[in-house]
């Protein structure tokens, strides 16, 4: 299985997913839209060569991962909304069934947990999510079974992105016949991860080593009759200057250090050359990191052909506080970041994962609060995977409140004060930032 980090220097630097707010008289759901639009004006510029004018954070990605709207320029769609996707959407896409009656539930199935799994479990996983991420070893033997199971899963092939495992074939066979598909630095070395030794970054802004991976890509998913794939590490973490990567990869045509913005372009050309290659098949990616990063930077990724983003930092960091709960400006982001993709006509994928000691109690508040935002922003294609610990299964159901059905939304969340709030057919959900708490009501 591909060795790959969980989070980066920019995920750990993202403080205020993690910061506890008593913050008060904060604006209704209908100025977050205004808010991302704030930043959407350099996108075309950026995806034509130009600067864009986007003030980045430090630069990193989630795991080791990019989806064709500019954050807010979906008619004005308010966070929460279910406004539907516009005309130019990717109609061919396998796009799972709707949630409109269901929490809508995912799984990141490559951590080994599968090459353990029985029978039983398998039936449960097929039955529990909609969509499942793994590798293609197990699950290539299952794909017949699983389908019968649940005629509407979708079974996503994970990549390991833009990286090459020292050693490997592939590896081996590129670094003697295309040695400048590997990306460099300023001193012509390669550059490796340092979490993660044997991950070699590859040069996206190489257009032969875009199409040499998306063939990679097609030849995976055809031989193991997948679904479609689950493209990991897009993003800009190597240029961002910390301990990522070993080195800051050059860009070939100018000489110079790749800056954040010619790094995202290039992750849409990554995107746009596998999704071409897969056709009607699913493309998903890992990469919008967390609302406040989708807002500041990542909203470029979802300006590719892909049909799917995966936020792995979904309210939280996985080692930060078990007692510390995002701020309000925070859970508006993450909620936004929700809307924008379903209003592209694309799916999100969140994942919250809790990694810290703590209590069944408070490890229970923590997937309660996620469940209750998670609610706040659904769109009809959301997703969400909460993993309890470090070692769980992440096709288990650990909490049965997954399974509650509150029937489609009633319009937008609503704001008073620390209160957010949503009503649907059969029941509402009630969150207190100021607390870290949620009421999920069903009737």
Wanted: proline share 5%.
């Amino acid at each position: 299985m591909p060795v790959k980090p969980r989070w980066t220097d920019r995920a750990l630097k993202g403080a205020a997913l993690v910061a506890v707010s008593l913050l008060f008289g904060v604006v209704y759901a209908s100025s977050e839209s205004s808010r991302i639009g704030s930043v959407s004006t350099g996108i075309a510029a950026l995806n034509s060569g130009r600067s864009s004018g986007l003030t980045h954070s430090a630069p990193g990605a989630v795991g080791q991962s990019a989806a064709a709207l500019a954050p807010g320029s979906h008619s004005g769609a308010t966070p929460g909304s279910t406004t539907s996707a516009p005309s130019f959407a990717l109609r061919d896409a396998l796009i799972p069934g709707s949630t409109a009656s269901s929490i809508g539930l995912w799984a990141a199935d490559w951590g080994g947990a599968a090459s353990k799994r029985s029978t039983a479990g398998w039936e449960a996983a097929a039955k529990n999510d909609r969509i499942l991420i793994g590798d293609a070893g197990p699950y290539s033997k299952m794909m017949s079974q699983l389908h019968a199971w649940n005629p509407n899963l979708t079974v996503l092939v994970y990549n390991l992105g833009p990286y090459l495992q020292k050693g490997s074939s592939n590896y081996n066979s590129i670094l003697s016949a295309h040695p400048t598909w590997f990306a460099h630095d300023s001193q012509h070395r390669l550059i490796n991860l340092p979490m993660f030794p044997g991950n070699y970054l590859m040069d996206e802004g190489n257009s032969a080593y875009r199409a040499w991976q998306a063939q990679q890509l097609l030849a995976t998913v055809s031989s193991g009759g997948f679904d479609g794939a689950m493209v990991d590490s897009v993003g800009d973490a190597p240029v961002g200057g910390g301990h990522y990567s070993s080195g800051v990869p050059v860009n070939a045509a100018t000489g110079k250090q790749y800056t954040a913005a010619e790094y995202l372009a290039n992750s849409v050309l990554l995107l746009n050359g596998d999704k071409a290659a897969l056709g009607t098949k699913f493309l998903a990616f890992n990469g919008l990191i967390s609302g406040p990063e989708y807002l500041s930077a990542t909203h470029i990724l979802a300006t590719s052909n892909a049909n799917a983003g995966v936020s792995e930092l979904f309210l939280r960091q996985p080692t930060g506080s078990i007692s510390a709960f995002p701020n309000a400006t925070s859970v508006q982001d993450s909620i936004a970041m929700m809307t924008d993709l379903g209003a592209a006509g694309k799916a999100f994928l969140g994942w919250t994962k809790v990694w810290v000691s703590g209590s069944s109690a408070q490890v229970a508040k923590w997937e309660n609060f996620t469940l209750g935002v998670y609610l706040l922003g659904r769109q009809s294609t959301s997703y969400l995977d909460f993993m309890p610990s470090h070692s769980a299964d992440n096709t288990a159901l650990s909490y049965s409140n997954l399974t509650d059905n509150l029937g489609a939304p009633l319009g937008t969340y609503k704001v008073s004060g620390s209160i957010f709030s949503r009503s649907f057919q059969h029941g509402s959900v009630t969150v207190n930032v100021s607390t870290g708490t949620s009421t999920v009501t069903v009737i």
